[in-house]
């Protein structure tokens, strides 16, 4: 076996395509498989069956608690990645995309599964899924799909630049250096916006900055002029910041959602119920754009900061925001929300659904952040294709373990090895803490926000509740029902 790393297909591929895998954990010392072709022994020999058919053998690039522990609870054995032996394969891009190469002879046997589908890449690359994006906008548009209604030609437009009712899910968002010179006839109509800059092909916060100038953009300028695609690989997308992001404590924060894809065609998607938010560190102030601590969530910049608590880790359980939003804003806008955001996850997959390799072998775990502004409104930001299971608390702990458990019994035929001939559809019972993302149909009626019903306020009562509100500023929205009903049996409670 040999190891050369700088002469494989893997290394020419990932220089092809831009850069890293996006991936939220930090690129472990994995070995790349690289076996020399020895024509037909050498496919022969990986097609061979394994050595029992009693057990499922396994192997991981990821030395994580969540996935061994799953793993070693079913009696699963461990075996080497090199030698084709196994029958599930939790691997790092990299090999997945050297597996599936066009120069390389290995063929999957058919109880043989893997973890990414081979170009996973066109939702993790935040160019490419912008332009998958777009793309899926235009062919609704051109067949008349009531999907891409649009709003009045006279609609002020918003964060996302556009005028559609339902495919609104994403920011305005540019490719540079290749739309430097759209981007500048925006910025002019509106200069006292601010916008913040992310390299395609990098995770965990690394290279991101905000801008409000376009004297901080004159590298792209320059490039844009002298852009060759085939050369160029230092390509950037520049996105309208979202200004009015949901405060808790008066922090930003984001959502991590995982959503488990078994098949693209047919699409069979599952969002995960639990997740968490990940709060910055320090309180959110929209002039200080220079300051990472309080606009980019990302962990591993956040652990950096000495206001950083290792103990909760700056992560909020899902259950935790719901209970927040339905006793501030009323009861049943935490459904409402979920509603919205199980929609923007279904259009985003649905985008790419159409140029992704579907592999009867490969399932895929998506990481899904997401911001919601103070209108409730979900914004996707970007797609982890490896979303990290390393655990910074007990509570990480627990739910990623229980994520991989029930990851493992959706993608896996109950009580036998895996199969590439399974239609993938797991009975009710398995899918647990799984919920289906089903395709949007624009007919069915949208769940409302509660109706708050209009009180006779005196001049006095409204000075005390304006005082009273979360940063005392008029612009906050108003106490929902529920909010009032739980203040009155507070007050009840203490007299």
């Known amino acids: 076996m040999s190891m050369r790393r700088q002469t494989s297909p893997l290394w020419n591929l990932r220089q092809k395509c831009g850069g890293s895998c996006t991936s939220d954990d930090e690129l472990p010392e994995v070995k790349i498989i ?15 069956p394994p050595r029992s058919k009693k057990s499922i053998y396994y192997s991981t690039d990821w030395d994580k608690s969540a996935l061994v522990s799953n793993f070693q609870k079913r009696g699963w054995l461990q075996v080497p ?40 890449i066109e939702l993790s690359r935040k160019d490419l899924l912008i332009k998958n994006i777009k793309r899926y906008r235009k062919d609704l548009e051109r067949r008349g799909d009531p999907l891409a209604q649009c709003h009045p030609p006279d609609t002020k437009l918003g964060i996302g630049g556009t005028r559609y009712k339902h495919l609104d899910i994403i920011p305005m968002t540019f490719v540079l250096p290749s739309d430097y010179q759209m981007f500048v006839e925006v910025f002019h109509r509106n200069p006292a916006s601010t916008w913040i800059v992310k390299p395609c092909s990098k995770s965990q916060g690394v290279g991101i900055y905000l801008v409000n100038k376009l004297s901080k953009l004159k590298k792209f300028a320059y490039d844009a002029r002298t852009f060759y695609p085939q050369i160029n690989r230092d390509t ?20 991590r959602l995982f959503v488990l894809v078994t098949t693209f065609n047919p699409l069979k998607a599952y969002l995960y119920k639990e997740g968490f938010c990940r709060f910055c560190t320090e309180k959110y102030d929209e002039t200080e754009i220079d300051n990472v601590f309080m606009h980019l969530t990302n962990v591993s910049i ?19 925001l719901w209970l927040y939003l339905d006793s501030l804003r009323g009861e049943g806008v935490s459904e409402l929300l979920w509603s919205r955001i199980t929609t923007t996850i279904r259009h985003s997959l649905d985008a790419v659904a159409p140029v992704m390799a579907n592999d009867r072998h490969c399932f895929e775990v998506y990481g899904y952040d997401i911001i919601i502004d103070n209108n409730l409104k979900p914004w996707l930001i970007e797609i982890n294709t490896s979303p990290s299971m390393h655990s910074t608390t007990t509570n990480d702990r627990i739910l990623k373990s229980r994520l991989i458990d ?20 797991p009975s009710p019972e398995l899918l647990k803490n799984f919920t289906v993302l089903r395709p949007i149909s624009p007919s069915k009626p949208q769940m409302q926000a509660p ?23 008029s612009s906050n929205p108003p106490p929902a029902e529920g909010e009032s009903s739980i203040k009155r049996s507070n007050r009840a409670g203490k007299r």
Not at 236 to 255: A, E, R, T
Not at 412 to 425: C, S
Not at 452 to 472: F, H, L, N, Q
């Open 34 to 48: 690289t076996q020399p072709i020895n024509g037909l022994h050498y496919i022969r020999s990986r097609l061979r």
């Open 81 to 120: 990645s090199f030698n084709g032996e196994w029958n599930f394969y939790w691997a790092c891009t990299q090999n997945c995309r050297y597996i599936f190469g066009i120069d390389h002879p290995y063929r999957m046997r058919s109880d043989q599964v893997i973890n990414h589908f081979p170009n996973s």
């Open 236 to 255: 950037c997308v520049i996105s309208k910041y979202i200004d009015n992001p949901l405060l808790i404590g008066g922090k930003k924060f984001d959502l």
């Open 302 to 320: 956040q652990k950096t900061n000495q206001e950083y608590n290792s103990i909760h880790g700056g992560k909020w359980p899902l259950q935790n």
């Open 406 to 425: 029930n990851v493992l019994d959706v993608v896996v035929p109950p009580n036998r090895l895996p199969d590439e001939h399974w239609d993938k559809t």
């Open 451 to 473: 109706v708050r019903r209009k009180i006779r306020v005196s001049k006095k009562k409204k000075s005390k509740c304006a005082a009273a509100s979360p940063g005392g500023s």
